[in-house]
């Protein structure tokens, strides 16, 4: 066995060796990296290459984590440490062939960072988020192709599964028990524990699935990992299957991520052509394939029961748990189903050992945590953390904090299931047991930070309205508790809020979560809850004032021109207004008409910055206030 | 929405040509089912009745399936399909505001297509870009921090003219 995965792994450093003897141009091409352009930048690399008759070699990668950069080019050119280039436009493109390729300037203008320290270019580890980091499942991600399975094999891929293969199945399981891995997919359940249940389960057929539902609006790490490194995701599948005696498994995206879905295709395809899936995998005897599933966009669908419901060809409804899926799961079998982010730890828990990953996290939450960064943060995109960073480290040192100078008021964490933490919560420390006792989850790993201009109520409103529209139907508190609680929060966001119902909604959130039977459900109340526990006063003014402080909610507020603001003979907010609202009054000052203006905000955004003419205002009846001593 | 005969037609031959590639599990009714959104674009009711036939099972388990998932629609898309993400980052970034835009530029509700069957409007959740929100998913293509006259942008691309000056709400545009 060894002397076969040896041969691979020869072959693959050759080919990642040769990688090296030329220029070599990584264009990330993740989804976030093509919605910035990144396919047009690829187009014109390419194009300048021949042009110039350059001798390179032109890979697409996956996402660094910067998506902020993106489109993100890396160029490694011999005599140079390799520096990454953000934000990269065709010009910028076509100067790192001809400046930098065909001559010998860098180009340091563009540059994001070196990959490695040196003393011409700062690198990423340099910068404040480079002190916190500590990637070990996004090491590779937007290094390597995803497609050529040998760069994986080169930087010691698939080697854990050779050293699985040739131990028993118990010896893994009690590395992955004494590792204290806990499962990304939100809950944390210990995934030692579960391997453990499945392997003692009776029954010859058993089943490992990676659920890559991903359905957390505002989450991204899932398909970032997929699109980027999916062997190291089909590597811990492979490695919990050879642990429980699983001769099947299933990769379960979520539809609307194509390019995932193409990506781990590509994955198995070369997985099997390697000899690391299919029969007799590197000649242990052990055999295994896998299969993708499509996720239809069904939220629940991210629940195991509900997931293993959908594969079954039924609607996606979660049944009652006991059996646990690891007993009785797909086809009545003993299934384990585990998210992307813990399979893909299991092949680095396997080769450095328990104890190696002890050392990184908290006592209860040992490892690393991912985070997608998203909202009112400068440097949105993926950070890999210790798990016990603080939020304040996340949104200030890898965020960089606020953009426009705006105050931060709240971070969103843990998709619909979770809450909003408040400025107060920032230097706490977080990981699974924390954020629950703050009211929170830690979900999967999404964060949507929020700052002064987002409103509370709006956003409990907005997570009633998904979990809402989600909810599978079975539980009537979950179909009905739920609705009546968004037709509350609707009518507060609408300045219809009557006295007593914060009291009710509190009092309805008990009802749901009570009488739920999944997750979802148990959950649904969670962002109305914290809401109200850390924003009261804001719930308050909407009720007791008809306003919006946050300036947010669109029945309680007005567009208005600041007469002594207005620039005369600027028009830019009339040419804006997509409803013709806007029109200069006698002294050719903008006016808004109120009753055509559909509140879209282009106005606010045309208006140039040097006069910021247009703003917002709560009540909407300020207007005619304003408006009655202006023109009086 | 009236299907022709013509449709109908087509509907059978490519949901029986899918059909024959799969067993008759009931595990493969979602696969089949996407499979046919993916000819078709959309899952019409005699193909639904088709695959019920190959399964072996009733039709209206089949319905119930397709009605219960987002992903499948049950008429003819647009020639372009638009997918607004209502995701929380893009919710937050304003991601409602494009899809009125959207809206009042096509005159077609969510899930609704335009007269001539040129675009048709959903929303989806998060597809996964929250860093470049609001976000609209044009044919698969992920356009980033879209603005509402960005909307016209997108729209002239596709030879849309936006007739300056003259639209009222909720009045249609003019197409070439
Ligand atoms: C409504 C609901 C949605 C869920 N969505 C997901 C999801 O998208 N991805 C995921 O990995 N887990 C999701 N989960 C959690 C899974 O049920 C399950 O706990 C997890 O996949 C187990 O993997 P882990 O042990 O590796 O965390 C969801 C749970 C609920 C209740
Ligand atoms: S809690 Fe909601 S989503 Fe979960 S099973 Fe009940 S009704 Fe369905
Ligand atoms: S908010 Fe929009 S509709 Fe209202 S005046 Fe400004 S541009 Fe016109
Ligand atoms: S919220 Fe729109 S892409 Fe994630």
């Given amino acids: ?632 | 929405m009236h299907l022709t005969e013509e449709e109908k037609k087509v509907a059978l031959e490519q949901t029986g040509n899918i059909l024959e590639s799969y067993s008759r599990e009931r595990g493969n009714l979602i696969p089949i089912l996407q499979q046919v959104q993916e000819k078709l674009g959309y899952v019409p009711l005699v193909a639904m009745e088709e695959v019920a036939r190959h399964l072996g099972m009733p039709p209206v388990d089949v319905y119930s399936v397709a009605t219960f998932y987002n992903q499948f629609r049950l008429i003819p898309p647009g020639k372009h399909q638009i997918k607004v993400c209502m995701g929380t980052a893009c919710h937050m970034k304003g991601g409602n505001i494009i899809l009125d835009c959207w809206k009042r530029r096509l005159s077609i509700d969510v899930n609704q297509v335009t007269p001539d069957r040129e675009f048709s409007l959903e929303r989806v959740a998060c597809v996964g870009c929250c860093t470049m929100a609001p976000v609209t998913v044009i044919d698969e293509e992920v356009h980033g921090r879209v603005t509402p006259t960005r909307v016209d942008g997108l729209l002239f691309s596709f030879g849309v003219k936006i007739p300056k000056g003259q639209q009222k709400e909720g009045e249609a545009i003019g197409r070439e």
């Fill in chain 1, 1 to 632: 066995m060894t002397e076969i995965f040896e041969k691979l792994q020869q072959k693959s450093r050759a080919v990642w060796q040769s990688l090296r003897d030329r220029p070599l141009i990584l264009v990330g091409t993740a989804t976030c990296g093509r919605a910035a352009g990144a396919l047009e930048i690829l187009k014109v690399i390419k194009e300048e290459l021949v042009k110039h008759g350059i001798d390179a070699q032109v890979l697409e990668v996956g996402c660094m984590g910067h998506c902020y950069a993106e489109p993100l080019v890396t160029v490694y050119k011999p005599g140079f440490p390799p520096i990454s280039y953000g934000y990269v436009t065709a010009g910028i493109a076509g100067r790192l062939v001809e400046d930098f390729l065909a001559g010998d300037d860098p180009c340091l203008e563009f540059a994001l960072a070196a990959l490695e320290a040196n003393d011409m270019v700062p690198a990423l580890t340099d910068f404040p988020r480079g002190m916190i980091e500590r990637p070990i499942i996004l090491d590779k991600c937007g290094l390597i192709d995803p497609e050529q399975i040998e760069h994986y094999i080169a930087l010691g891929g698939y080697a854990a599964l050779a050293t699985a293969l040739a131990r028993e199945p118990g010896w893994v399981v009690e590395e992955i028990k004494a590792s204290g891995l806990r499962g990304r997919g939100g809950a944390g359940f210990p995934t030692g524990r579960k391997w453990e249940t499945c392997r003692l389960a009776p029954g010859e057929e058993k089943y490992v699935i990676c659920n890559a539902d991903e359905g957390d609006p505002g989450a991204f790490m899932d398909r970032a990992i997929l699109e980027s490194n999916p062997h190291e995701v089909l590597e811990g599948l492979a490695i919990a299957a050879y642990t429980v005696g699983a001769r099947r498994g299933y990769f379960y995206i979520r539809a609307e991520y194509p390019l995932a879905v193409e990506r781990v295709k590509k994955a198995i395809e070369q997985a099997r052509r390697a000899g690391l899936l299919g029969t007799n995998i590197l000649g242990s005897g052990f055999s295994f394939d896998v299969d993708v599933f499509q996720g239809s966009g069904a939220f629940v669908c991210g629940e195991e029961t509900a997931l293993i419901a959908s594969m079954e060809g039924e609607p996606g409804l979660p049944r009652h748990r006991p059996p646990f899926p690891a007993t009785a799961g797909l086809r009545g079998r003993p299934t384990v189903i585990n998210n992307v982010k813990t399979l893909a730890y299991v092949p680095h828990i396997i080769e450095r050992g328990a104890q190696w990953f002890r050392e990184t996290g908290t006592a209860g939450s040992p490892g690393t945590a991912v985070f997608a960064l998203a909202g009112k943060v400068i440097n949105t995109g993926l950070a890999e953390v210790p798990m016990g960073t603080t939020l304040r480290q996340l949104v200030y040192d890898v965020g960089s904090g606020i953009p426009k100078g705006k105050s931060f008021k709240a971070v969103q964490i843990g998709g619909p299931s979770g809450g909003c933490l408040p400025e107060a919560a920032l230097d706490m420390p977080i990981d699974f047991d924390s954020l629950s006792q703050a009211g929170a989850m830690m979900g999967s790993g999404g964060m949507v930070i929020l700052d002064e201009d987002d409103c509370m109520v709006e956003i409990a409103r907005f997570f009633l309205d998904f979990t809402q529209k989600e909810s599978c139907g079975k539980c009537t508190m979950c179909r009905l508790g739920t609705r009546q609680m968004l037709d509350i929060l609707e009518a507060i966001t609408k300045g219809q809020g009557r006295p007593g119902d914060i009291e009710l909604l509190l009092e309805l959130a008990e009802d749901v979560k009570s009488g739920s039977l999944c997750g979802l459900g148990k959950t649904a109340p969670n962002p109305v809850l914290s809401t109200i526990r850390y924003f009261r006063d804001e719930y308050e003014a909407h009720i007791k004032e008809r306003r919006c402080p946050a300036l947010m909610c669109r029945e309680l507020i007005a567009y208005y021109i600041l007469p002594e603001k207005c620039e005369r003979s600027c028009d830019a907010c009339v040419g804006s207004c997509p409803v013709e609202a806007i029109y200069p009054n006698e002294d050719r000052i903008k006016v808004i008409d109120q009753q055509k203006c559909v509140k879209c905000a282009s106005c606010l955004e045309a208006c140039p910055p040097q006069y910021k003419a247009v703003i917002k205002l709560s009540p909407p009846e300020l207007v005619a206030e304003r408006g009655a001593t202006n023109r009086g």
